[in-house]
């Protein structure tokens, strides 16, 4: 069983540092990312743009998650929700040249759906999502 969003196996208490203090590196990486090496790759800033892209369709999905008569459906959107890792893929090009978001934007991505096997899983992505935007925009982010 996974307990990355939880401290419990009953997955009834959050992990309080996903959104608090890991939310707030989170948003501050993807505002002040590394820079490659090799002038010729870019790694850009997070713009708001992107970010509420992303976070759009997170809170679709969670809508959609909210909306199910019982948990067994969760099946039916979890690849959707997996999906989210291909749509950063491809706004994040492993050779930099076309990048669209931050390197650091497309780890968070992927571990955060890495870890979702069911709703409750999803529904604690989303609290802390919204975390990192909090902090994102708190933090100056344009």
């Not at 419990?8 to 992990?15: Q, V």
């Not at 948003?27 to 490659?36: C, L, T, Y």
């Not at 948990?71 to 994040?92: D, G, H, N, W």
């Not at 529904?123 to 100056?140: D, H, N």
Request: with cysteine; proline share 4%; glycine share 4%.
């Amino acid at each position: 069983m996974n307990f990355y969003y939880y401290q419990d196996a009953n997955k009834t208490r959050l992990k309080e540092e996903l959104i608090t203090s890991k939310a707030q590196d989170w948003a501050e990486n993807f505002i002040k990312p590394r820079q490659p090496k090799d002038r010729w790759q870019r790694n850009p800033k997070l713009t708001s743009a992107q970010l509420r892209k992303f976070h759009g369709e997170a809170k679709a999905l969670e809508e959609r998650v909210k909306n199910l008569k019982d948990q067994t459906e969760f099946s039916q959107i979890r690849p959707l929700i997996k999906m989210l890792k291909a749509k950063v893929a491809y706004a994040c090009p492993i050779n930099g040249v076309d990048r669209k978001v931050p390197e650091e934007f497309r780890k968070y991505i992927e571990e955060m759906v890495d870890n979702i096997e069911d709703a409750r899983d999803f529904q604690a992505f989303a609290l802390c999502f919204e975390a990192v935007v909090g902090f994102f925009y708190g933090q100056g982010g344009r």
